[in-house]
């Protein structure tokens, strides 16, 4: 039907339901006021036709409005903001999100995963500056090449269109398919801005379209953290076209038909002989500050790391690389794998023998692939590649196994920190009731809302208490672990124990000596398998930053890190330890082994009591001069470090400082007085906002403000 034609429809369709009205108003009108009644009713109808018609053309470049039902934190705030600025309208119940006059685009460069990052970047500039995202077209082969422009689609040849603007408009970011006229546009590089948040939101607020090159790996670091929720939710909505999707579901019924249990595994191997250059390249980069060591680490030996990472071998494990580009070292990853008994199936083989797949261009076979990862019980990538990264943020998220070969930290964290560290503690019955469930909780706060790390607690005790209560309402993933070696320990532990004492009260039962060295059995917990660092610490630690692997530097501990005890010496304390997980879960059992074989009463002569002993003297090797860095093991009693992540109450706790400063006495003789002559009251101040029911800890504070503003000085 024609423009024309609609209009006439329209009219016709309302002067039907007006008919009764004109025959009432016949009977009582004069003749002349009822033609121009009808008159008027005709133009109603064609501007009505005609807006119809406008609203149509529009709609082939504007989402539906979609009313925001759900009570999501994340929709709320989108739908608060929207009303703040003025373009939300509210219908009832419903809120429609129209979008800001003032438009955003960017472009899309590199392979898939690169321009996936990019994607994602640019839809957190559009939330922050408050503007419509001009949907960008993909690149269908990211190689570069000086010689040939890069191949362009629209955005819904490589994802389902009407999913992600609908989901993004419910968000709280609006799009539309076309920029505004390239007169009023406003070209910027971010690369070139000195301060680009401010260059875009306040000196070029104003203009109604910016347009930005590739904003992959611009974007502050602290707006992917502010804006987490919208990320991992436009990963959801970034869903493959229907076209796509058909070849995904192929080649994954193709897969899961190969196993009795419907599952299937994914290698994403770098093995290609362009991968090894890049590697040779970026192993030299130093620009950074961080030594890059990881990129090909363990490719030769892959099967033994999947083997250490406890991924099955009974499920088809699908391997995904490129056979064009083979290498020697493809060859010696495939002997391996075939060592440990893994199901091999390679990619190539699988679409271009076993299945008749279409044609696609290099970046739709990256997608397809990607979603093939997404899809498997278990995915194994490499830390270094992108579209790993990328698989393993989307699939930690949402509790998903994912783990990577080749060791050292994940890159792409320093730029998008969305990647949860996980951290273990374990709390005991025998310290119900003390300082320590206060210590507790401030150390679980603090790692859970400033540091962001996946809490674990190792935990011995009743189920009904009000500390496992208040663990589970703060997120908190209970392990429930009985150890093999516990009473070999305690009989172990009760030779020598009145000599023993002297060096610590944990001697005294052999509940507490279980307690304190349950942390030897981390590395076999399977709740760890896919991880290649965890976080151990006391509960008397809290956070000042969030946790990131990629912030402790490298290399990374090859066994376990630990920092200095008070003085810059060896042996080293274990109140905080990194742990290196394959390499510490290979070796466990015959630590564990020489723990209890060494007759000492599990005191270790110059290495130091218990499992901190033990730890120093059977990984000397692996540790010994190689402590962490100090801001990950700030003592109180020590000079306040800014920098700190990790403060820790190694030694007096509030407690006591606030014995000291109150009754000049104190249990740790002069470290008492040399914390509140350093660091402590700074450290102290911090503190009580992560233990606010403490009363020890809001009277420390008091205290040490006024010890700091000159008004007091300690009895």
């Known amino acids: 039907m024609v423009a024309g034609d609609r209009r006439r429809a329209n009219g016709l369709h309302l002067a039907q339901y007006l008919r009764p009205v004109r025959r009432s108003l016949a009977a009582a009108t004069p003749r002349w006021l009822l033609v121009v009644l009808l008159f008027t009713v005709a133009l109603v109808g064609l501007h009505l036709g005609h807006f119809h018609s406008d609203a149509l053309s529009h709609a082939q470049f504007q989402p539906p409005q979609m009313p925001l039902r759900t009570t999501s934190g994340l929709v709320v705030a989108a739908r608060d903001r929207a009303m703040a600025f003025g373009t939300a309208v509210l219908q009832g119940s419903d809120v429609y999100y129209r979008g800001s006059s003032r438009t955003l685009s960017f472009d899309l460069r590199g392979g898939f995963a690169q321009q996936r ?86 000196t070029h607020a104003s203009r109604q379209h910016l347009r930005l090159d590739c904003p992959g790996l611009k974007v502050p670091a602290e707006l992917m953290v502010k804006h987490d929720q919208l990320l991992f939710a436009a990963m959801e909505a970034l869903r493959p076209s229907q076209r796509l999707l058909d070849v995904i579901h192929m080649v994954e019924g193709h897969l899961q038909g190969l196993s009795n249990t419907n599952t299937y595994n994914v290698l994403h191997l770098r093995a290609e002989e362009d991968w090894i250059a890049y590697c040779a390249l970026w192993e030299r980069r130093t620009a950074s500050g961080i030594v890059h060591d990881n990129c090909s680490n363990n490719t030769a030996t892959v099967g033994d790391q999947l083997q250490l990472h406890r991924v099955s071998s ?48 290099k970046e739709e076979v990256a997608l397809v692939d990607y979603y093939i990862a997404l899809g498997s019980r278990q995915f194994v990538g490499n830390s270094v590649s ?53 210590m507790v909780k401030a150390a679980v706060t603090s790692g859970v809302e400033v540091a962001r790390m996946k809490p674990y607690c190792m935990y011995s005790g009743s189920t009904s208490s009000d500390m496992y209560q208040w663990f589970l309402s703060k997120g908190v993933a209970i392990i429930q672990h009985e150890p093999a070696w516990r009473d070999a320990l305690i009989e172990e532990g009760a030779r020598n124990k009145e000599q023993n004492l002297v060096h610590s009260h944990l001697y005294k039962t052999g509940g507490t000596l279980v307690g304190t060295f349950q942390r030897i059995d981390i590395p076999i917990l399977r709740q760890f398998d896919q991880y290649n660092y965890v976080l151990f610490t006391d509960c008397d630690v809290y956070f000042r930053q ?47 082994d020489w723990i209890v074989s060494q007759k000492n009463g599990l005191y270790y002569p110059g290495y130091g009591p218990l499992d901190q002993g033990a730890f120093n003297q059977f990984y000397e090797d692996e540790i010994k001069g190689r402590p962490i860095h100090k801001n990950f093991n700030a003592m109180m009693f020590h000079q306040f470090r800014p920098g700190a992540r990790i403060v820790h109450m190694n030694g007096p706790k509030p407690n006591h400082y606030l014995q000291w400063l109150t009754s000049g006495t104190c249990a740790f003789r002069d470290m008492c007085e040399m914390g509140v002559n350093n660091g402590a009251c700074r450290y102290a101040i911090e503190y009580t906002r992560f233990a606010p029911d403490w009363n020890v800890a809001t009277t420390l504070r008091k205290l040490c403000g006024n010890l700091q503003a000159g008004i007091w000085h300690p009895g």
């Open 117 to 202: 990052v990019a994607l994602l970047s640019g839809i957190v500039l559009a939330l922050e500056l408050n503007r419509t995202m001009v949907l960008p077209s993909v690149v269908l082969d990211g190689t570069p090449s000086v010689n040939t422009s890069l191949a362009l689609a629209p955005f819904g040849e490589m994802f389902n269109l009407e999913h992600f603007v609908g989901h993004m408009q419910l968000l709280g970011v609006h799009t539309v398919r076309d920029p505004p006229h390239p007169s009023r546009t406003l070209d910027l590089s971010l690369s070139q801005l000195h301060d680009p948040m401010n260059a875009l939101g306040v």
């Open 314 to 361: 009974q499920v088809p494990l699908m391997l995904s690389v490129d056979l064009t580009r083979s290498s020697s070292l493809l060859r010696q990853a495939l002997s391996n794998l075939e060592a440990h008994s893994y199901k091999v199936l390679l990619r190539d083989e699988v679409w271009g023998h076993s299945l008749s797949l279409p044609a696609l261009a």
């Open 386 to 438: 992108v579209s790993s990264a990328l698989l393993l943020m989307q699939r930690w998220h949402v509790g998903k196994f994912a783990t990577y070969y080749n060791g050292g930290n994940i890159p792409l964290e320093a730029f998008m920190p969305l990647y949860q560290m996980p951290w273990v503690f374990t709390y005991n019955d025998w310290s119900a009731g003390t300082e320590y469930d206060y």
């Open 546 to 592: 969030q946790m990131k692997l990629v912030d402790w530097g490298t290399p990374l501990p090859t066994a376990v890190g630990m920092g200095f005890e008070g003085q810059d010496v060896f042996p080293y304390n274990a109140g905080i330890m990194l742990l290196n997980m394959p390499f510490m879960r290979k070796t466990n059992k015959k630590f564990l």
